[in-house]
């Protein structure tokens, strides 16, 4: 693992770096990307930045350096390449008080570097009783206050999965902890829009420009009965879904497995530093 933060690469990527105000770390005040690296070059890199970007303003952070957080990432790619792995970046609303007020001190800014293990073809996915908001302030904004994320996934580990889905206040298929959901009903390739409170995800884009969908809010119970289902994210890629709940579905289906052909074939168009 390679750590740079705030414009300094560590000798000791596990030394204490953030004291124990930062604002991050007190109130989860911090937005982060998760970026996929190939053979030491980081994918769809300037798109992930553009979000970072996009996550701050919406939670108030003001002073982000989106081209200081570039020379991290080039920093912890030095050396000895990675062939797969994953850069975490992350910027907090820095040193403040202990409470939810911010303080006067500069954002934190942190990437890390480390290995990532290939995902498997297929999983299964838990349907959890929590609705995400909508219309919260946090909706569709990559931020680090991700505790009910936690809560999810640890229900899906309960039951054999590797990640749960959430339907959002009106009942409709919204998204997973860290995946978008693409779902396939009579040969029609759908997706939740963003109105539905998912995330902009980056895979989540690519995919509607590479191999197409139809973006559409619908109850969840139609994405649980689809034909084929399949995940989407940065450490997933295309992945298909072969249970939901107690459901059990040949995966990959034949639609699942155009989309993973077409990211495969499309990915190293997006693969380098200034990507």
Known sequence: MRVWINGRVLSDPMAPAVPVTDHGLTVGDAVFEAVKVV??????LGRHLDRLERSAAGLGLVGLDVDDVRRGVAA????????LGRLRITVTG????????????PLTAIVVAAPMDPAQETTAVITVPWPRNERGPLAGLKTTSYAENVVALAAAREQGASEAVF????????????????????????????????????????????????????PIDVAAGADEIFLVSTT????????????????????????????????????????
């Open 94 to 105: 820095g040193n403040a008080p202990l409470g939810s007020g911010r303080g006067d001190d």
């Open 167 to 218: 339907a959002n206040l009106a009942g409709n298929l919204c998204e997973g902890t860290g995946t978008n959901v693409f779902y396939v009903v009579d040969g029609e390739v759908r997706t939740p829009t963003l109105a539905s409170g998912c995330l902009a995800g980056v895979t989540r884009a690519l995919v509607l420009e590479w191999v197409g969908a139809v973006e559409v809010d619908e």
């Open 76 to 83: 912890v790619l030095e050396g000895e390449p990675l062939p």
């Open 39 to 44: 053979d030491g070059k980081p994918f769809a």
């Open 236 to 275: 997933r890629d295309v992945q298909g879904v072969h249970r939901w709940d107690d459901r059990t579905l040949e995966a990959p289906g034949p639609v699942t497995k155009q989309a993973a052909a077409a990211w495969r074939e499309r990915e190293p168009e997006l693969l380098g530093i200034d990507s």
